[in-house]
Structure formats: structure tokens, C-alpha cells
């Protein structure tokens, strides 16, 4: 079975940081795009992140750019998202997907270019 399973989402604290993992069973992820989205209550899957497969070329939009850092691990078969200097509008469930192709291309930020989904993780910056 084809899954995927983001973890580390929690409450924490504006300025605060987490770090999300995406792990993968029934497939590998290596040469696979892998992207993180997030979508708050009322509002669009947003694209976060996006990682290459073949280089590990990173892509961010612009509401994290400088805070948040994409980072994959072929050897465990996991991507991490690092999330420093938190602040309240980040509050969201985060998913992470995976692509079989391994550019993110231009349009990374697409949720319909993705073909694997977790099932999210739930963020909560607040004080």
C-alpha cells in the first residue's frame, strides 16, 4: 500500500519553530518531486515548498521564503520541512506529496500536478 505520513505538527508559541516530517511506505521517494502544502480553515491548499528529485533543487513561495527550509533524506526514505520564526497566519493542516515526475517545474505550487497525498498534520501558532 502507496502512503504517505507527515508528522511533527503541534502547538507552539509566535516566533517559535517545528519540524514536519513526510515519510514513505510502500514506495520510495527518492527521484520523486516531493511538495508541502497547507491549507487553513476556509481557505486553498496553498503550496509551501517543493523539492527535486534528481538535485534537490528547493522552491518556496514567498510567505516562507527565509524561514522555512525543505530538506530530504533518500536513506530514510523521508522530507522534512523546518519551520523557524512561526507566526500565527502559518497556522494550518500541512500535507506533504509526492510527484512522479522529479522536477518541481514551475508549477510546483499546483496541488494537481501532485499524485500521492498524506493525510496532514495540524500546525497551531498561538500564544
Known amino acids: 500500500q502507496l502512503q504517505l505520513v507527515e508528522s511533527g505538527g503541534g502547538l507552539v508559541q509566535p516566533g517559535g519553530s517545528l519540524k514536519l516530517s513526510c515519510a514513505a511506505s510502500?514506495?520510495?521517494?527518492?527521484?520523486?518531486?516531493i511538495g508541502w502544502f497547507r491549507q487553513a480553515p476556509g481557505k486553498e491548499r496553498e503550496g509551501v515548498s517543493c523539492?527535486?528529485?534528481?538535485?534537490?533543487?528547493?522552491y518556496y513561495s514567498d510567505s516562507v521564503q527565509g524561514r522555512f527550509t525543505i530538506s530530504r533524506d533518500n536513506a530514510k526514505n523521508t522530507v522534512t520541512l523546518q519551520m523557524n520564526s512561526l507566526k500565527p497566519e502559518d497556522t494550518a493542516v500541512y500535507y506533504c506529496?509526492?510527484?512522479?515526475?522529479?522536477?518541481?517545474?514551475?508549477?510546483?505550487?499546483?496541488?494537481?500536478?501532485?499524485?500521492?497525498w498524506g493525510q496532514g498534520t495540524q500546525v497551531t501558532v498561538s500564544s
Open positions: 523539492i527535486s528529485g534528481s538535485f534537490g533543487i528547493t
Open positions: 506529496a509526492a510527484d512522479d515526475a522529479s522536477r518541481c517545474g514551475s508549477n510546483w505550487y499546483g496541488p494537481a500536478k501532485y499524485d500521492y
Open positions: 510502500g514506495f520510495t521517494l527518492n527521484y520523486k518531486a
